[in-house]
C-alpha cells in the first residue's frame, strides 16, 4: 500500500488554550494512540494536503521530532464554517496486527448495461477493509464488464485475498439505472409472437 512521511513536532502542553495556540500558527493539533501512551502532537496544516484531499489512501511515515511512528489516520475533525482542519486522530499499528482502512474502489471494465445506454451509478468510492499491513492494496478491483441495466454489485458479491470487507454485505457499490428514455428490451421465446387485441 502507498504511503506517505509526515514530520511533526511534540504539543508543549494539552489543553483548549494550547490547541488555539497552534491553529492560530496554521498548525494542527494530532494524537497518536494505540500502543502505550498516547503521544500529542502537532503537524502543519499542509502536511494533510495529500492526506486528505485525495482519493488514495495511505499508511503515514510519522516522524515526530526524530521519534518514528506506523500509524494510519483515524479521524479528522473540521472547522463547521471554514472547513479547515482543527484535530487529528492517528493510530500507531504493526506489521503482526491487522488494523482496519479504507482503500478506494477501482471499476475495471465496460458495463453491458452502459453499452446498452444505461447509466453507472458508483455508490461506494472507498470499501473499510481489515487485513494484515503487507496485505493491504493500493485500491480494490471491482469487474463491472457483466453489469446490466437495473443491477448491482454489493459487497456479499466480492472477495479479495487475505482481507475481510467489513462494510455491509447488502450495501450497493456500484449500479446500472437506466437511463431517460432507454427501454428495456423485452425478451420472448423462441416462436412466441407478440399479439394485439383490438375491439370490433
Known amino acids: ?58 499508511l503515514v511515515n510519522l516522524d515526530i521530532e526524530g521519534k518514528k511512528y506506523n500509524a494510519v489516520l483515524r479521524d479528522r475533525q473540521f472547522h463547521p464554517i471554514s472547513d479547515k482542519i482543527i484535530h487529528a486522530d492517528f493510530y500507531q499499528i504493526d506489521e503482526k496486527s491487522p488494523i482496519w482502512i479504507e482503500v478506494p474502489v477501482v471499476l475495471e471494465g465496460v458495463s453491458e448495461g452502459v453499452l446498452k445506454g444505461g447509466k453507472l451509478e458508483q455508490k461506494l468510492r472507498k470499501l473499510k477493509i481489515k487485513a494484515l499491513v503487507k496485505n493491504i492494496p493500493d485500491d480494490l478491483k471491482v469487474d463491472i464488464t457483466n453489469l446490466e441495466i437495473g443491477k448491482t454489485i454489493k459487497v456479499s458479491e466480492l472477495s479479495y485475498n487475505n482481507i475481510e470487507l467489513l462494510d455491509p454485505k447488502n450495501t450497493v457499490v456500484v449500479r446500472v439505472k437506466s437511463a431517460r428514455g432507454v427501454v428495456a428490451e423485452e425478451t420472448a421465446a423462441p416462436g412466441e409472437a407478440k399479439t394485439e387485441t383490438a375491439e370490433k
Open 1 to 58: 500500500m502507498k504511503s506517505i512521511e509526515v514530520k511533526g513536532n511534540l504539543r508543549e502542553a494539552v489543553g483548549k488554550t494550547n490547541a488555539k495556540e497552534i491553529r492560530k500558527n496554521e498548525e494542527v493539533p494530532c494524537v497518536l494512540y494505540g500502543k502505550g501512551e498516547n503521544v500529542h502532537f502537532k503537524l502543519t496544516e499542509k502536511s494533510f494536503k495529500e492526506l486528505i484531499f485525495s482519493p488514495n489512501s495511505y
